[in-house]
């Protein structure tokens, strides 16, 4: 099943001089085994939303559903629902606070009142799939590792939640590129072979291009697009409304066209870009022969 958002409106403060609404009767459903990216400018109300799906912010008005389960509720049905939703938020390094690895990683499913046996599992399971080989990093602390492998480090303990949707508020901040690439990567296999629902809440647009399945502009708290990759990214209007810049690929084959290429300018990733170049100099090439 999937997580709804239903006439969602929050305000921050009410009732103060400080009172600002962050979200305005947004409607959004994420569909089961989805990877769905959230885009927009600071202040869009991007991070607000992603705070609702595991319970951490209710709505002011409107209704949050997990797997059919209202999070404002309470009881041991409201709890599991949370539970499904795991949420790894920006720098979330930041967070990080064992002595070891292992013991980072632990911490979720230990308060979960799982068994020894079963707590270890998950945490070889999680360092196994973000690439840290555990009898190399279960006893390191995680403040001496690379910024990118202290952030596999926290996604791991999400994982290790073992979540049945997992939220990234921009993973790849602050990342440079090579650790930037790997995360992305791990991120798609973990969609692929887990068949994990994701949300990407991110506002570079490569990334975006390169991952998601669906595309949501937001603006003011509200939804300005929900589409798929292929119509958003070439709803120019939309997009300068939401602050956002399309894909350098697309920049790249406009401006290719601009100074006389006749290249097809209708691809956002930079494979298919590439495709298309290749074919427009092959026919150039042909021509002038």
């Given at each position: 099943m999937p997580i709804e958002l239903k006439n969602v409106s929050y305000t921050y403060m009410r009732g103060t001089a400080f009172e600002r609404t962050a979200l305005r009767d947004v409607s959004l459903t994420i569909a089961d085994g989805s990877l769905t990216a959230l885009a927009g400018h600071t202040g869009s109300g991007k991070s607000t939303l992603v705070q609702h799906l595991n319970g951490l912010l209710h709505p002011t008005r409107g209704e949050v559903l997990v797997d059919g389960v209202n999070l404002a509720g309470k009881g041991?049905?409201?709890?599991?629902?949370?539970?499904?939703?795991?949420?790894?938020?920006?720098?979330?390094?930041?967070?990080?606070?064992?002595?070891?690895?292992?013991?980072?990683?632990?911490?979720?499913?230990?308060?979960?009142?799982?068994?020894?046996?079963?707590?270890?599992?998950?945490?070889?399971?999680?360092?196994?799939f973000v690439e840290l080989d555990y009898e190399t990093y279960k006893d390191v602390s995680p403040f001496q590792l690379s910024g990118g492998q202290m952030r596999r480090v926290a996604i791991a303990g999400v994982l290790a939640l073992e979540p049945q949707y997992l939220v990234l508020d921009e993973p790849t901040a602050g990342l440079d590129p090579r650790a930037r690439e790997e995360l992305l990567r791990r991120v798609a296999e973990l969609h692929r072979k887990k068949k994990i629902t994701i949300l990407f809440v991110s506002h570079n647009m490569d990334d975006i291009a390169r991952m998601a399945e669906r595309v949501v502009f937001m603006h003011e708290?509200?939804?300005?697009?929900?589409?798929?990759?292929?119509?958003?990214?070439?709803?120019?209007?939309?997009?300068?409304?939401?602050?956002?810049?399309?894909?350098?690929?697309?920049?790249?084959?406009?401006?290719?066209?601009?100074?006389?290429?006749?290249?097809?300018?209708?691809?956002?990733?930079?494979?298919?870009?590439?495709?298309?170049?290749?074919?427009?100099?092959?026919?150039?090439k042909g021509t002038s022969c």
């Open positions: 041991q049905e409201t709890r599991l629902a949370r539970r499904k939703v795991g949420m790894v938020f920006q720098y979330p390094e930041q967070q990080l606070f064992e002595e070891t690895v292992a013991a980072d990683i632990a911490f979720g499913p230990k308060n979960l009142e799982l068994s020894e046996d079963e707590v270890n599992r998950r945490v070889r399971s999680a360092m196994e708290g509200r939804v300005l697009l929900d589409a798929p990759p292929a119509e958003a990214f070439f709803a120019k209007e939309a997009m300068r409304e939401a602050g956002l810049r399309e894909p350098s690929a697309a920049t790249l084959l406009s401006r290719l066209r601009e100074n006389g290429l006749e290249v097809e300018a209708d691809a956002f990733t930079a494979d298919e870009a590439a495709k298309r170049i290749a074919k427009a100099v092959r026919k150039k």
